[in-house]
């Protein structure tokens, strides 16, 4: 039987792995709001100011996250914005998040959430400091 211990060396790169996709993924949720990028987000026209503040928070701290800095205090606000999300905009519509479209936001609330107790691993400005 292999043994699969060999691998944990290779755990803060993992790690820094699913921290950049993850940011690269909502960082794009930021641009569609802010820049109709690369597609629009929402009814077009001004943003109301919850939508606003969404997307910032979207394109912002998905940035803050990218780079790993101030890794933590971030992924927890987003994770918080996340569960905000699903709530008001896909619960609404239904129980399963299958069927009412709240999947993603589930994922993000829970990927943020690990971050916030497993810090940012390899390749981040957090990492500069310690």
Do not use: W
Not at 55 to 84: D, N, S
Not at 102 to 118: K, M, Q, R, T
């Amino acid at each position: 039987m292999p043994s699969f211990e060999r691998l944990s060396a290779y755990q803060p790169y993992a790690l820094a792995a699913l921290r950049i996709v993850t940011a690269l993924l909502f960082i794009e949720h930021g641009t569609m709001k802010l820049f109709a990028f690369p597609i629009p987000q929402g009814a077009g026209g001004p943003l109301s100011p919850l939508f606003l503040f969404a997307a910032l928070l979207e394109f912002v701290g998905g940035l803050a996250i990218l780079v790993g800095f101030l890794t933590r205090p971030v992924a927890f606000i987003l994770a918080g914005q996340m569960a905000v999300a699903y709530f008001m905009a896909h619960f609404p519509s239904g129980f399963f998040p299958a069927v009412n479209g709240g999947a993603e936001a589930i994922l993000y609330c829970f990927i943020f959430l690990f971050l916030v107790f497993a810090g940012a691993g390899a390749f981040a400005i957090d990492k500069r400091n310690s």
